[in-house]
Nanobody, 115 residues
Framework: QVQLVESGGGLVQPGGSLRLSCVAS????????MSWFRQDPGKQREFVAH???????VYSDSVKGRFTISRDNAKKTVYLQMNDLKPEDTAVYYCNVIVRSSNYWGQGTQVTVSS
């Protein structure tokens, strides 16, 4: 079955950096586009970034120029490098894939940006 396991979250000061990882299993990773979303308590889950099997990337306006999504097909892992973090980036970050019309999510990893 499809599984996504995120890691790498934590507490960081404004202006700092973190790298999130999401290890995937249960599907042919290299042929699917992968996504990161985030959700703050009381708010809707919001799109952060996509990376397609070709390597093309799409970012939300709120993270463009600060975050970079990448993938390692050999390791079946998608990454989110987050630089110049701001307090408004505080959220639980989720990895996502759509396989055969079904939406799959990881358990999430908490990112807190605070001084």
């Amino acid at each position: 079955q499809v599984q996504l396991v995120e890691s790498g979250g934590g507490l960081v000061q404004p202006g700092g950096s973190l790298r999130l990882s999401c290890v995937a299993s249960g599907f042919t990773f290299s042929t699917y586009f992968m996504s990161w979303f985030r959700q703050d308590p009381g708010k809707q889950r919001e799109f952060v970034a996509h990376i397609f099997s070709s390597g093309s990337r799409v970012y939300s306006d709120s993270v463009k120029g600060r975050f970079t999504i990448s993938r390692d097909n050999a390791k079946k892992t998608v990454y989110l490098q987050m630089n110049d973090l701001k307090p408004e980036d505080t959220a639980v970050y989720y990895c996502n894939v759509i396989v055969r019309s079904s939406n799959y999510w990881g358990q999430g990893t908490q990112v807190t940006v605070s001084s």
